[in-house]
């Protein structure tokens, strides 16, 4: 399996960037995909999630209503649409994917993630 983020960046406060997810090596039907992100000097947190099937998309607060996670089945390919970027929001950007169904509340932990592509950097300058 292989997940290939890309997309970051240096943008302006304000701005908007999206990342992209390529993922390729199995089927994700059934899976729950995710953007996790990891500040300078921070422990990695979760940004946003969405089932493979598109029936549910979850997110962090400190993204909500900034942030758009979605999926396009046919190109197996993941994407995060990201608005309104703040300073906070400098971090690099990793993607991820389950190997089975997960329960809402668990779109957020790291543990239930099994792959993780390679990350990609976004700078958000004041």
């Known amino acids: 399996v292989q997940l290939q983020a890309s997309g970051g960046g240096l943008v302006q406060a304000g701005g908007s960037l999206r990342l992209a997810c390529a993922a390729s090596?199995?089927?994700?039907?059934?899976?729950?995909m995710a953007w996790f992100r990891q500040a300078p000097g921070k422990e990695r947190e979760f940004a946003a999630a969405?089932?493979?099937?598109?029936?549910?998309?979850f997110y962090a607060d400190s993204v909500k209503g900034r942030f758009t996670i979605s999926r396009d089945g046919a190109e197996n390919t993941l994407y995060l649409q990201m608005n309104s970027l703040k300073p906070e929001d400098t971090a690099v950007y990793y993607c991820?994917?389950?190997?089975?169904?997960?329960?809402?509340?668990?779109?957020?932990?790291?543990?239930?993630?099994?792959?993780w592509g390679q990350g990609t950097l976004v700078t958000v300058s004041s």
């Open positions: 969405i089932r493979w099937s598109g029936a549910g998309t």
């Open positions: 991820a994917a389950s190997t089975g169904r997960l329960i809402n509340t668990a779109h957020d932990l790291i543990r239930m993630y099994h792959y």
């Open positions: 090596g199995r089927t994700f039907s059934g899976s729950s």
